[in-house]
Structure formats: structure tokens, C-alpha cells
């Protein structure tokens, strides 16, 4: 399987269960290692590297399960982030003034994702929902240049969902980074994506914008029905 995704753009990965869509995660964050074929990161074979490597080029990922510290506050889980991204540990001889600057930091990440009223809280507080923005705070804390975005609604109320909509759109808004999203709700799905590419048994069955894809027969037959199609078009 071969795929192009355009810079600062966001791309969604679609396809039935079983489809190959977390595997595919796995060969792109550096979990698995393809058994042939290479993974290319600006023009660089990447294919070799492990997962912090690939952190340090710009790959975040996103996990289908919250990834935080439970025992630390919001905060300090957000500012070991930071001090990660910038290569850091806690010394005594550093000036107060060098944490502060780190804790600014993220504090503004909170600010993101809408949690700078829990910065206080024990992650492990959190509601689910509130641990999913966390987890993507974490990520932007790191300055991926891509967000692999695994299902990141997963487990969510109804309610708890159309704050992560709202904050993935916000990011996409931006094109500050590129974003892969893979997401079971289709609806979601299609207002959010520049581009879709749809999986089936590990192949790649249609790959463009959202209106050609959702037209698409083969996709039609092999994921999302007549009516979910419909719906999905407008």
C-alpha cells in the first residue's frame, strides 16, 4: 500500500473492522516494522526507527486507551511533556525561572485543549473525556510536526464527543501540523477531513476528498451502506 498525505493538512483512515487501520498506526509511530516496503518522513527512510526516534523527528501518536499519569496533576503530566520535547530533567542548579518558563508553556497547552480550569487536578480525576484532551495536550506539548490520532472518541459519551470534535477542528484550522485521524464515526469523519483514504483487508480501496470517496461504489459496498453514504454527503 502506497500513500501520499499533503503537508498541514488532515487525512482520515477509514474501513471496516479488521481493515488494517491501527496496524497501519503501528508501521507509521514505529510499533511494528514493515516486513517490506519503507516508511518516508520528509523525503528521510524512517522505516528503521524506533518509537522515540520518531518522536524526536515529529511523529505524535495517539492512543485507542488514555496514556497519562494518573498521580500527577494535570499540569505536571503537560510540563514533562515540555521538558521532554526540549531534551530536560529537574536539576538544583537550574533557575526557578527555567521552570516557570517550562509551566508557562503548559499552561498554554492547557489553554488548547480547554482544560486550564482542571490544571490543579489529579489526572487520574479526570473524566474520560477530560483525559482524552489531556492525552492531546500531551502530544502538542511534544511539537509533532504529525498527530497520528488513533479513534480518539473512543469510549466517550455523547456528550463528552463534541469537545474533542471542536478541538481536533481548532487544530486543523490552523494547518500547523499534519493530521491522520482514524475514527469510526463517519459523520465526524466527513466534516473534518480534507482527504479520506478508505482500507479493506489491508488494501487501499479509495483514497480522496470526502464527496469522491463517500460516491464511491466500491467504498459504498465495502464500508459504509446506502444510508450511512447519504447521511454522510449531506
Do not use: C
Not at 500500500?1 to 509511530?29: R, Y
Not at 501540523?177 to 482527504?195: G, N, P, Q, Y
Amino acid at each position: 500500500m502506497s500513500l501520499d498525505v499533503a503537508p498541514f493538512t488532515l487525512k482520515s483512515i477509514i474501513g471496516p473492522n479488521g481493515a488494517g487501520k491501527t496496524t497501519f498506526f503501528n508501521l507509521l509511530g514505529g510499533q511494528y516494522r514493515p516486513s517490506e516496503g519503507r516508511v518516508l518522513f520528509r523525503g528521510r527512510d524512517i522505516t528503521r526507527r524506533g518509537v522515540a526516534a520518531r518522536t524526536r523527528l515529529g511523529i505524535g501518536r495517539s492512543f485507542q486507551l488514555t496514556n497519562v499519569f494518573p498521580t500527577l496533576t494535570v499540569l505536571e503530566n503537560v510540563r514533562l511533556a515540555v521538558q521532554a520535547r526540549r531534551g530536560l530533567g529537574f536539576t538544583a542548579w537550574r533557575h526557578y525561572r527555567h521552570y516557570a518558563d517550562l509551566e508557562d508553556t503548559a499552561y498554554r497547552v492547557l489553554e488548547t485543549v480547554r482544560l486550564e480550569g482542571r490544571w490543579r487536578a489529579p489526572a487520574g480525576a479526570l473524566a474520560h473525556g477530560e483525559k482524552r484532551k489531556l492525552e492531546l495536550g500531551i502530544l502538542l506539548a511534544l511539537e509533532p510536526e504529525v498527530l497520528l490520532l488513533d479513534e480518539p472518541t473512543a469510549g466517550m459519551s455523547l456528550e463528552e464527543v463534541p469537545a474533542i470534535i471542536g478541538l481536533i477542528e481548532r487544530l486543523r484550522e490552523r494547518r500547523e501540523r499534519t493530521i491522520l485521524l482514524v475514527e469510526h464515526k463517519i459523520d465526524m469523519v466527513m466534516a473534518l477531513s480534507d482527504s479520506i483514504a478508505v482500507l479493506k483487508d489491508g488494501r487501499l480501496i479509495a483514497d480522496g476528498p470526502p464527496a469522491a470517496v463517500s460516491a464511491s461504489a466500491e467504498v459504498q459496498a465495502a464500508y459504509f451502506g446506502t444510508a450511512a453514504v447519504r447521511k454522510g454527503s449531506g
